[in-house]
């Protein structure tokens, strides 16, 4: 039998590979290394989820300033300081880099601080020239950020670099509908900054249920951001004098989304390497409508493509997709035997929670004797606007293209903004088998909706139906009450 250096040789130090490499040396008793090219805990901790939610709680509090009032209190929200938070945060992103460290050290894990990639099926060459062998090696690398194609795409920044502004912005243009998109756009909004946003379709979130992702649409619009759809960015270059600082209107989004179904276009995706969060000088943008307007700073949040390039994959027979994900098994494992791969550059269901079921899983199958596919299904998310999406299961539009459903929905203004005359609204919707009487799709509007989402996930992976939501007693006075008090179907369809 080969004699390897490892049993197990992890590349990636984001949250998959981790929890993979640590339970692997901890629960299972293996030699493992891992290497890692830039800073442990990968995007979630430095880059993504973590910094981006500490963000989210900074940009409410000039609302929250506003509410207080009517409740009595003395308070404006005065002005917000991006340096001090910005330091903060940084001083919290070192202290976690430095759990996720200490977490492989205790764990026995053997690290690496430097690139790493596949020379054979069982060995792996690092950037320092050393090469390691393992039994078996798992790719847990990532994804990153993609600029569109087109001329002067790199005036624009990514969002991993918006955590690294010397300042915020008076104006940014943000391109996009999806997660992120939409995610800056209410917190960049909340922090003082001029926000519009382009989007390509006709109604952000794609994929989300259509009521649900009306109403983020429309609270958003409500709050001032500057939304367009049907719209699409077709060049942009730096300002000159002869551009006018213009930025479009609401009307111009109307305009832009008649003429949706022409604008979308076909870039390739450039990768976004360097890092321009600080390039100066206002940015001149025309739109796929025609106009003509200047930001101060360009934000691409127009998806994100797997880490496979270069990294020895295809020479060892590894299949790679389209997007560039490296294809797996629902064991993850790829097409040599002795190579797995988990998270993002996978390119299945791109959630943190996710990647780490998905190491969880392969350590069960390779290290502890117990084939555990990953299962996929009934995943609850949220998404972080303002207000907040929390959704599992089926939306609407999915539920009746597979089965009969009825459809139980309210929207209401809820208590605690009501009372200081904010017309905010949110949305608890239930999608329900008409036959199996299984809830379906639960998908929830409200501030702290993603809080919710996790316990109503709970009883719809367990398969509760309408009826067992009935009989659940409602908590009360709150906004959740309304998911186990809707009697009367608004719709069968
Ligand atoms: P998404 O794939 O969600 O959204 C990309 C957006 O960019 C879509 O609206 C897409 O339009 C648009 N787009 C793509 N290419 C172009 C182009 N060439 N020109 C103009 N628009 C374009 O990616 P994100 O980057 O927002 O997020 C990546 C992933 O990260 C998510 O899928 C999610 O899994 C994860 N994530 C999760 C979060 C959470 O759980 N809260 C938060 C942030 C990220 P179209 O719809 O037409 O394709």
Same mark, same amino acid.
């Given at each position: 039998?080969?004699?390897?250096?490892?049993?197990?040789?992890?590349?990636?130090?984001?949250?998959?590979?981790?929890?993979?490499?640590?339970?692997?040396?901890?629960?299972?008793?293996?030699?493992?290394?891992?290497?890692?090219?830039?800073?442990?805990?990968? /995007?979630?901790v430095i880059r993504g989820?973590?910094?981006?939610?500490?963000?989210?709680?900074? #940009?409410?509090?000039?609302?929250?300033?506003?509410?207080?009032?009517?409740?009595?209190?003395?308070?404006?929200?005065?002005?917000?300081?991006?340096?001090?938070?910005?330091?903060?945060?940084?001083?919290?992103?070192?202290?976690?880099?430095?759990?996720?460290?200490?977490?492989?050290? *205790?764990?026995?894990?053997?690290?690496?601080?430097?690139?790493?990639?596949?020379?054979?099926?069982?060995?792996?060459?690092?950037?320092?020239?050393?090469?390691?062998?393992?039994?078996?090696? %798992?790719?847990?690398?990532?994804?990153?950020?993609?600029?569109?194609?087109?001329?002067?795409?790199? %005036?624009?920044?990514? #969002?991993?670099?918006?955590?690294?502004?010397?300042?915020?912005?008076?104006?940014?243009?943000?391109?996009?509908?999806?997660?992120?998109?939409?995610?800056?756009?209410?917190? %960049?909004?909340g922090l003082g900054v001029?926000?519009?946003?382009?989007?390509?379709?006709?109604?952000?979130?794609?994929?989300?249920?259509?009521?649900?992702?009306?109403?983020?649409?429309?609270?958003?619009?409500?709050?001032?951001?500057?939304?367009?759809?049907?719209?699409?960015?077709?060049?942009?270059?730096?300002?000159?004098?002869?551009?006018?600082?213009?930025?479009?209107?609401?009307?111009?989004?109307?305009?832009?989304?008649?003429?949706?179904?022409? *604008?979308?276009?076909?870039?390739?995706?450039?990768?976004a390497k360097e890092r321009?969060?600080?390039?100066?000088?206002?940015?001149?943008?025309?739109?796929?409508?025609?106009?003509?307007?200047?930001?101060?700073?360009?934000?691409?949040?127009?998806?994100?493509?797997?880490? #496979?390039?270069?990294?020895?994959?295809?020479?060892?027979?590894?299949?790679?997709?389209?997007?560039?994900?490296?294809?797996?098994?629902?064991?993850?494992?790829?097409?040599?035997?002795?190579?797995?791969?988990?998270?993002?550059?996978?390119?299945?269901?791109?959630?943190?929670?996710?990647?780490?079921?998905?190491?969880?899983?392969?350590?069960?199958?390779?290290?502890?004797? *117990?084939?555990?596919?990953?299962?996929?299904?009934?995943?609850? #998310?949220?998404?972080? /606007?303002?207000?907040?999406?929390?959704?599992?299961?089926?939306?609407?539009?999915?539920?009746?293209?597979?089965?009969?459903?009825?459809?139980?929905?309210?929207?209401?203004?809820?208590?605690? /903004?009501?009372?200081?005359?904010?017309?905010?609204?949110?949305?608890?919707?239930?999608?329900?088998?008409?036959?199996?009487?299984?809830?379906?799709?639960?998908?929830?509007?409200?501030?702290?909706?993603?809080?919710?989402?996790?316990?109503?996930?709970?009883?719809?992976?367990?398969?509760?139906?309408?009826?067992?939501?009935?009989?659940?007693?409602?908590?009360?006075?709150?906004?959740?009450?309304?998911?186990?008090?809707?009697?009367?179907?608004?719709? /069968?369809?």
């Open positions: 039998m080969a004699d390897y250096d490892y049993d197990l040789f992890v590349i990636g130090g984001g949250s998959g590979g981790v929890r993979a490499a640590r339970v692997a040396a901890g629960e299972a008793g293996a030699r493992v290394a891992l290497a890692e090219e830039d800073r442990y805990g990968g /995007t979630c989820c973590v910094p981006k939610k500490l963000m989210v709680f900074a #940009s409410e509090f000039g609302e929250l300033a506003e509410v207080g009032s009517a409740y009595g209190w003395n308070m404006t929200a005065g002005s917000f300081d991006w340096p001090a938070f910005r330091s903060h945060l940084n001083a919290e992103l070192d202290r976690l880099e430095g759990v996720y460290r200490s977490l492989l050290k *205790n764990s026995g894990v053997e690290t690496f601080d430097a690139r790493a990639k596949l020379k054979d099926k069982h060995t792996v060459e690092l950037s320092t020239g050393e090469t390691k062998t393992a039994k078996t090696i %798992l790719v847990a690398t990532g994804g990153r950020p993609v600029r569109p194609s087109i001329p002067n795409a790199d %005036l624009g920044i990514v #969002s991993d670099d918006i955590f690294h502004l010397e300042k915020l912005p008076k104006s940014i243009l943000i391109i996009g509908g999806g997660y992120i998109a939409c995610e800056f756009a209410c917190i %960049l909004h001029e926000v519009t946003q382009y989007y390509r379709g006709a109604q952000i979130l794609r994929g989300f249920d259509d009521e649900a992702r009306g109403l983020i649409a429309e609270s958003m619009r409500d709050r001032g951001i500057n939304l367009h759809t049907g719209t699409n960015i077709v060049q942009m270059g730096p300002a000159s004098d002869d551009h006018s600082a213009a930025v479009p209107t609401a009307s111009d989004a109307a305009m832009g989304a008649s003429a949706q179904q022409e *604008n979308v276009m076909a870039y390739g995706g450039v990768a321009p969060g600080d390039r100066s000088g206002p940015i001149w943008v025309k739109s796929t409508t025609g106009r003509e307007c200047v930001f101060d700073m360009v934000l691409f949040a127009t998806g994100r493509d797997p880490n #496979s390039t270069d990294m020895g994959l295809e020479e060892i027979g590894i299949d790679i997709g389209r997007r560039g994900e490296i294809v797996v098994d629902e064991y993850s494992k790829t097409a040599a035997d002795s190579v797995y791969a988990i998270g993002d550059v996978t390119n299945r269901v791109n959630l943190t929670p996710v990647a780490i079921r998905e190491g969880m899983a392969f350590v069960e199958t390779v290290f502890k004797d *117990n084939p555990t596919a990953v299962d996929h299904d009934l995943i609850p #998310s949220a998404v972080f /606007t303002q207000p907040e999406m929390g959704t599992v299961g089926l939306s609407e539009e999915d539920a009746r293209e597979q089965e009969e459903v009825e459809v139980y929905c309210t929207s209401f203004r809820p208590m605690k /903004t009501a009372f200081a005359g904010k017309s905010d609204r949110v949305l608890m919707k239930l999608v329900v088998s008409k036959a199996s009487r299984k809830v379906l799709g639960c998908h929830i509007v409200a501030p702290d909706a993603g809080e919710m989402i996790q316990l109503a996930g709970v009883a719809i992976k367990m398969g509760a139906t309408k009826e067992d939501f009935d009989r659940t007693v409602a908590v009360h006075p709150t906004m959740s009450e309304e998911i186990v008090t809707m009697r009367t179907p608004m719709r /069968t369809a």
